[in-house]
């Protein structure tokens, strides 16, 4: 199998994929990411639901949604893509905040990017939130966890991070 990078030209000059030419199909891609709180941020996230910016676990899910639909205004060479669904869960589990996203589409190009994004900017989102009350919080494994539809089919990631 020869590898290649679809984003770059020939000359080595950067490209958006033409899809024009792909058949649409239902795609669905899946991501996570971890934020580290430590024990005493944690703790007050479960006591409060939130801290001086809101609750956090729902404005990061809220965050993720909205950066899930605006993907292509961030990522230079991604496709503006209709999205079907995206659903985003933000959970307390000991130190850390686990997020992990869904996006749906029944287009020509995959969600990969989109779930990507909606889990990166909700963590980023955490970050934000709970900033003030400690800066030793730490964003970890930002990763695709399982991708289908289009020509390549069904891809799972062989290991769960939990």
Known sequence: MVLELSHVADGGSARMVDVSMKQPSNRVARAEASVILGRELAELVAASGGVGKGPVLEVARLAGIQAAKRTAELIPLCHPISIDHVEVTATLEGEAVHIETT????????????????????????????????????????????????????????????
Do not use: C, F, N, P
């Open 103 to 162: 996006v749906r589409s029944a287009g020509r190009t995959g969600v990969e990017m989109e779930a990507l994004t909606a889990a990166a900017v909700a963590a980023l989102t955490v970050y934000d939130m709970v900033k003030a009350a400690g800066r030793e919080v730490q964003i970890q494994d930002l990763r695709l966890l399982e991708k289908s539809g289009g020509k390549s089919g069904h891809w799972k990631r062989s290991e769960a991070l939990r």
